[in-house]
């Protein structure tokens, strides 16, 4: 039996079902009652501390809701929960769920992804089912013991000047002429992404008022690990930032959206015959050309990553280029 109580303007329901008690707050009585029934429900539905009728969807579809939502990738994340509907591991309850259904499921999406994207879905799936946990759902971990595909070593791909050179001039770029087209300022960017190793959505997302000429730095108050950062910039990126003034009027330097950036840089690839190229490849190459001159803790607070051990992904120098640094 659910009991209700007022505290302040909002109402509280408490249940208790199956040696198991709940409690939520609610704006109005009728959402606290909602809520009492349902969760009444539920319980209702668990044996010895787990639930009997609950499938992996429900899991997923909760998740979704509770805490996709709050999370700065919601919109990929819920795009990837829903995908799973598809698949029939979706309508396994929890109760049934074993080892033997992920390892089916991974033979399944081998048909047409590659293991990295595997395991990427399979880290969605453990969060899942670690929330599930908490929410009193099951007790076990059917995903322990599994064995994951490998991922593939990471990329080495770095750009030749020779590349760089046949980019600019795909993208109608030249230093004599000032910088108008939208695809010069993807030129820009594409040169101050391997002189700072900014992602494109940095530095599509920076602000003009969080770049400070005297002290050369550039604020990223929101970035992808969901930290700031202030990123230190060489007199060559200042003065790749001054080539795209004026600013844009919308508050942010480039005045572009990452996917306008992507969408123009990749079709300026095309053009050429460089193969196997993309933009986020700037960051290898420029990590790789910083180390040169930032000591490691310097150069993994340039670039955000709070573990070093994150940067011999990005650092690609070749053997023939350290030997020249045995001499």
Not at 15 to 42: C, L, M, P
Not at 68 to 95: C, D, H, P, Y
Not at 305 to 311: A, E, G, M, S, Y
């Amino acid at each position: 039996m659910a009991t209700f109580r007022k505290i302040g303007d909002r109402w509280s329901a408490e249940v208790y079902v199956n040696g198991i008690r709940k409690s939520k707050r609610h704006d109005t009585k009728a959402q606290a009652k909602s809520w009492a029934a349902q969760t009444e429900f539920e319980l209702g539905q668990m044996a010895d501390g787990v639930s009997t009728t609950h499938t992996m969807l429900d899991v997923f579809k909760k998740y979704a809701e509770e805490i996709s939502e709050t999370k700065k990738g919601a919109q990929w994340e819920i795009v990837r929960l829903k995908m799973f509907e598809r698949f029939s591991i979706s309508n396994v309850r929890l109760v049934d769920l074993r080892r033997e259904h992920f390892e089916s499921y991974i033979v399944e999406r081998s048909k047409s992804v590659k293991p990295s994207s595997i395991n990427r879905e399979l880290n969605l799936i453990s969060h899942s089912l670690t929330q599930a946990r908490r929410w009193r759902l099951m007790t076990h971990n059917p995903m322990e013991d599994l064995k994951r595909p490998k991922d593939p070593p990471h990329r080495e791909r770095r750009i030749s000047q020779l590349e760089i050179d046949t980019i600019l001039v795909a993208l109608n770029y030249d230093e004599r002429f000032p910088v108008i087209q939208q695809q010069q300022k993807v030129a820009v960017a594409f040169l101050l992404a391997i002189e700072t190793a900014m992602r494109a959505g940095e530095i599509c997302s920076l602000q003009s008022k969080n770049v400070n000429f005297a002290q050369r730095t550039a604020f990223l108050p929101d970035t992808k690990n969901g930290r700031s950062r202030a990123v230190p910039l060489s007199q060559e990126a200042l003065r790749l930032l001054k080539r795209v003034d004026p600013w844009g009027d919308d508050g942010t330097v480039f005045n572009m959206a990452s996917s306008t950036l992507s969408t123009l840089y990749k079709r300026a690839v095309d053009r050429t015959e460089i193969e196997d190229l993309t933009f986020h490849d700037t960051r290898h190459e420029a990590i790789t050309r910083l180390a040169d001159k930032l000591d490691v803790l310097d150069l993994a607070r340039m670039v955000g990553h709070r573990d070093i051990k994150q940067l011999m992904t990005y650092y690609n120098k070749s053997a023939a280029e350290l030997a020249t640094l045995l001499d």
